[in-house]
């Protein structure tokens, strides 16, 4: 008789299956996320953690992405599939996105915003979080303010129609995106500034005017992901007026388990040295 993982068994999982994985992935998420909150040491962090367990008890976001209708959001199949990135994950990104105080983070379809959260209290840029959900928006507009977070504003409204003129770094967690919907991100690309950096979860952005910045493998709610770092092409040289290029992490495809950050830049800077 063939089980869960067999190959062979093509049905679709029992009841009891879907439990046991749903709480497994739960139970690494809690585990991961307080361990990496914890050692943060940013007590605003802390209550930013405590808060949004409050605002979404129990699997709320799930529930709130299920029982949203698709339609009525302009949704495609599949678009409002819950899963998040994890703390430790989001502060692995922004530091490799090597962002700076002020700058401007986006993040597409931001759910309960954890990389927004992060982005805003522990890099202290100026934030944007898109959803295309009410709930997502109101919960998050509250947990700012709550925590006095001025430099972190919640948008209701379509991630494709977003503009990214202004933005310094842009995040997206697109795994259950329709095709069309990523083009019509990519369309966006151009308006960048050039610098500006992208880091997107499964796969990367499709765009000739994004230049390959590495990838790493990084745990989320569902398990792990491959996130892949790009960044907008100066647009030539007279414009760019400096070389960018050389103060930004190149290609990594190691395993965020095995690699930290810093070994990442000395790698980068070992290569710049060699060069
Ligand atoms: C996979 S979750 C990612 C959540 C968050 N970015 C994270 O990584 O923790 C995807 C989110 O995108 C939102 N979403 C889906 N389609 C969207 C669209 N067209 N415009 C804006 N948000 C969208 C969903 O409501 C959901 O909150």
New binding site residues.
Partial sequence: MGGFWDEDNREAPSLVALYARGAWCAGRALLLNVRAVLSAATPRLWAAYALLNVAFPASS?YR??HW?READ???GPG???????LFGS?IRILRHVQIRPGERVL??????????LVAAIVFRADVHA????WP?VRRGRLVARILCLSNLHWHR?????VSLENADVV???????QEA?RELVADHVQALKPGARIAS?SEPIASVDLEELGELELD??WGKSRVYFQQRRARTPEESGHRDDETRPRRSTESANSVSFRSILNEASSRNRTA
């Fill in positions: 976001a709130i992405c949203s959001v302009g949704a678009e409002l599939t819950y899963g998040e990135t989001a993040e597409l379809g931001a759910g309960r915003g954890i990389v927004a898109f959803d295309v959900l997502f409204q379509d991630l494709a129609t995040y997206l967690a697109g795994t259950c995106l919907r979860v989320f709610s």
